[in-house]
């Protein structure tokens, strides 16, 4: 199935953002949905909207603090299959 053009540039985006270390990929997340709270969507940098779901992720880094990543739902689908995708790729190298 093709990508639309969004996926395909949520995509870009997400690979770009995980390579820099901007975005993490999180083995078990702690995660929460809602309405959206008027804050910047982590992975397209546009609001989310409060007639729109949000997906909220805590992120706890290595120094003990906690962070919150928000998304759309469409961004953080995007975001869950590029960290699949990654990890598929390094425990599958081709020979």
């Known amino acids: 199935m093709p990508l639309t053009q969004l996926e395909a540039e949520l995509r ?16 078990s997340p702690r995660t929460w949905g ?4 008027g804050k910047v969507c982590d992975l397209c940098d546009r609001e989310i909207r409060p ?6 992720i805590e992120e ?4 003990g603090e906690v962070h919150s990543l928000r998304f ?12 699949a995708r990654i990890d598929h790729l390094r425990n599958h190298p081709k020979t």
């Open 12 to 27: 870009a985006i997400a690979r770009e953002r995980i390579g820099s270390g901007r975005l993490p990929c999180l083995g």
């Open 34 to 37: 809602g309405k959206g709270s």
């Open 51 to 56: 007639g729109e779901a949000e997906i909220e």
């Open 60 to 63: 706890h880094t290595d120094e």
């Open 72 to 83: 759309h739902v469409v961004c953080q689908s995007v975001w869950q299959l590029e960290c």
